[in-house]
């Protein structure tokens, strides 16, 4: 059955002409190559086209995969490519995806509905504080984070997709959690 095959042996039936390979390899990592998308771009609508792009550059790209990494390391480079590109785009404008974000995208993270409306409240503006401290990382940094801390890629994941050495990757998670958490603790609001 094609669902239990390797990621590797799939590519390899795709670049054979079998179209399901290919499907079962998008069924596999949709979700997290969205969910790395929105934490780069933190606009929906842009994380759906990039994540989307991803799959159509590995699709029109399936034949010169070496496999000298792994086949979910090369989807998220792919993806971080298609991030900076859309990043690179959006430059000229000056819009501010978080400020214009509604509260529809933060209930996903607020706490059950019996706590109280101040807890939310206070919840709420954690988050906010947050993304607004990620989204001020210089790119870099913030590719780490996202990687590492909301994608729970590990460090060699990270240093393959990223194509730097692990020292680095380290080395640029220590720096942006030090940022961060010098930007979180002159916020007003208590972290917890």
């Not at 913030?142 to 590492?148: A, E, G, L, P, T």
């Amino acid at each position: 059955m094609i669902r239990d095959l390797a990621d590797e042996k799939l590519v390899e039936l795709a670049v054979g002409g079998n179209p399901d390979a290919f499907g079962e390899i998008v069924s596999r990592w949709e979700r997290k190559i969205l969910a790395l998308c929105y934490g780069m771009l933190n606009r929906e609508d842009e994380a759906k086209d990039a994540a989307q792009e991803t799959f159509i550059a590995a699709f029109k790209n399936l034949s010169k995969f070496r496999g000298d990494a792994k086949v979910s390391s090369w989807l998220h480079r792919i993806a971080v490519n298609q991030c900076l590109t859309t990043k690179r785009k959006n430059k000229s404008r000056s819009e501010s995806y978080l400020d214009e974000e509604t509260g529809e995208h933060e209930r996903v993270f607020v706490a059950p509905a019996y706590n109280s409306p101040a807890r939310k409240t206070e919840q709420n503006e954690r988050l906010y504080l947050i993304r607004q401290a990620v989204k001020a990382l210089p790119a870099d940094l913030k590719q780490v984070i996202v990687m590492k801390e909301f994608e729970e890629m590990t460090f060699q994941e990270i240093s393959e997709t990223l194509e730097l050495p692990l020292s680095t990757v380290k080395s640029r998670l220590y720096t942006a959690l030090k940022q961060l958490r010098m930007k979180m603790e002159r916020s007003p609001v208590e972290i917890v």
